[in-house]
């Protein structure tokens, strides 16, 4: 089975700076995708960025981007100029193809605090 | 009006208590996945559904039960709700041919629910 880890389980920056949240997940497949998500305290899943496993460019989206490292099976999230905003529970996810195409199996999450 | 939505937002119930979580969704999604989210642990599989027909288990069915009454209802019952219980339920949707890979998931806005 598939699983992920998100060994860090609270963070903290400073506003402006720059943050490493950290993820790694075990699996046999291939062919599969990786996805950050936010939560807020609204609740509220936000997917903020995603990664083919094929595609070997990181992806990036704004001020987030992902080091993605196949071999290493490690897959961390930089958040670059942070924001209060940014505050937030932070989930790691895989989602492999095949047979378990479609079922997310997520991390335990990382708090992120950003201070003023 | 969410794209997905749960009812209700917040529960409290007792022990031994049967409860149902409501999820109906707008998207036209024909995946419909339930997960629990508990501190230190992450969102864990429920149940999910590919089709109204298809119905499947996901990693912690125990004690839980569904019904996928149209393509956009997806309710999840607790039969005789138990203190272990006690988390944040989320419904989500995605989509079969674009899916996960490329779009995560659509979630609800969770419903916290207490087991006194």
């Known amino acids: 089975a598939q699983t992920v880890t998100q060994s860090q389980p609270e963070m903290s920056v400073q506003e402006a700076e720059t943050v490493t949240l950290s993820c790694t997940y075990d699996?046999?497949?291939?062919?599969?995708?990786l996805f950050w998500y936010k939560q807020p305290p609204s609740r509220q899943m936000i997917l903020v960025i995603r990664?083919?496993?094929?595609?070997?460019q990181n992806a990036t989206e704004n001020r987030f981007s992902v080091n993605f490292q196949k071999a290493a099976k490690s897959f961390s999230l930089k958040i670059s100029d942070s924001q209060l905003g940014d505050a937030a529970m932070y989930f790691c996810?895989?989602?492999?193809?095949?047979?378990?195409?479609?079922?997310?199996?997520f991390g335990q999450g990382t708090i992120l605090t950003v201070h003023p | 009006d969410a794209d997905v939505t749960q009812t209700p937002r917040n529960r409290i119930t007792k022990t031994g208590k049967r409860i149902m979580l409501e999820c109906s969704q707008t998207?036209?999604?024909?995946?419909m996945y339930w997960y629990r989210q508990d501190p230190g642990l992450g969102l864990r599989l429920i149940y999910y559904?590919?089709?109204?027909?298809?119905?499947n288990k996901g990693e912690i069915s125990d004690g839980y039960s569904v019904s996928r009454q149209a393509q956009a209802k997806f309710s999840l019952s607790l039969e005789s709700a138990i203190p272990n219980q006690t988390a944040l339920y989320f419904c989500?949707?995605?989509?079969?041919?674009?899916?996960?890979?490329?779009?995560?998931?659509?979630f609800g806005s969770g419903t916290r629910l207490t087991v006194v």
């Open positions: 989500a949707t995605s989509d079969k041919c674009r899916g996960p890979k490329l779009y995560g998931y659509t």
């Open positions: 990664q083919e496993a094929y595609k070997q």
């Open positions: 559904s590919f089709d109204v027909k298809d119905i």
């Open positions: 996810a895989y989602n492999a193809g095949g047979t378990s195409y479609g079922k997310l199996t």
């Open positions: 998207k036209g999604h024909d995946r």
């Open positions: 699996t046999s497949e291939s062919d599969y995708y």
